[in-house]
């Protein structure tokens, strides 16, 4: 069976500062992708980061950036200079062999001013 | 940037009533998605199409449910006869890429929350 993990239901940070989000995931796949989406109160996810299995390199997107852990199956979130816009909701989703993602139960997270 | 778009943001309905959930995807998308999001649960995947049929479902996608392309641009999620349980944050998809070894993400709407009474 796949699953992802997140196993922290509420982080805060202060503005500019760090802060990382955890998530692990178990699939017996070989090929998979794992992906960082965000959600805003009342708003549509959208995607932060994406990272293919097969990549070694982790991915960066501005402020944001993963370690990817692939032996221990572990995809966190770096955030890098919190904003207040970062204040969110933060998902992690795997899709392994199949068309569905599988999306762990959420971070969200504080920005404080 | 093009978005995927949903239809009411929020739906009220009395139970056992039929409901139709609307989206229209990006317009170069190929394959589409339902998931809902329970009050204070994870987001559950629903039902993915393809090529005007269902590629895959999952366990949650019984016989009340069933989704349709009617023309070229919308994409709806019928639930027949709703129950309680059924109230949720219903979330459309679409992506680019037609085939599931892709890293072509998938793009969501904003969502429709259905409160069934």
């Known amino acids: 069976a796949q699953t992802v993990t997140q196993s922290q239901p509420e982080m805060s940070v202060q503005e500019a500062e760090t802060v990382t989000l955890s998530c692990t995931y178990d699939?017996?796949?070989?090929?998979?992708?794992l992906f960082w989406y965000k959600q805003p109160p009342s708003r549509q996810m959208i995607l932060v980061i994406r990272?293919?299995?097969?990549?070694?390199q982790n991915a960066t997107e501005n402020r944001f950036s993963v370690n990817f852990q692939k032996a221990a199956k572990s995809f966190s979130l770096k955030i890098s200079d919190s904003q207040l816009g970062d204040a969110a909701m933060y998902f992690c989703?795997?899709?392994?062999?199949?068309?569905?993602?599988?999306f762990g139960t959420g971070t969200r997270l504080k920005v404080l001013a | 940037e093009p978005e995927v778009t949903q239809t009411p943001s929020h739906q009220v309905t009395q139970m056992g009533q039929e409901v139709i959930l609307r989206c229209v995807p990006i317009?170069?998308?190929?394959?589409f998605y339902w998931y809902r999001q329970i009050l204070g649960q994870k987001v559950e995947f629903l039902v993915s199409?393809?090529?005007?049929?269902?590629?895959?479902k999952s366990e949650i996608f019984d016989d009340q449910f069933s989704v349709e392309r009617p023309d070229g641009s919308n994409f709806t999620l019928k639930i027949r006869s709703t129950k309680l349980e059924d109230s949720a944050m219903y979330f459309c998809?679409?992506?680019?890429?037609?085939?599931?070894?892709?890293?072509?993400?998938?793009?969501f709407g904003d969502g429709t929350r259905l409160s069934i009474l």
């Open positions: 699939t017996s796949e070989s090929d998979y992708y």
């Open positions: 317009s170069n998308h190929l394959y």
């Open positions: 998809a679409s992506s680019r890429s037609p085939k599931p070894y892709s890293n072509q993400p998938q793009h």
């Open positions: 199409f393809y090529n005007n049929e269902i590629s895959e």
């Open positions: 989703a795997l899709r392994s062999g199949t068309y569905k993602y599988i």
């Open positions: 990272q293919e299995a097969y990549k070694q």
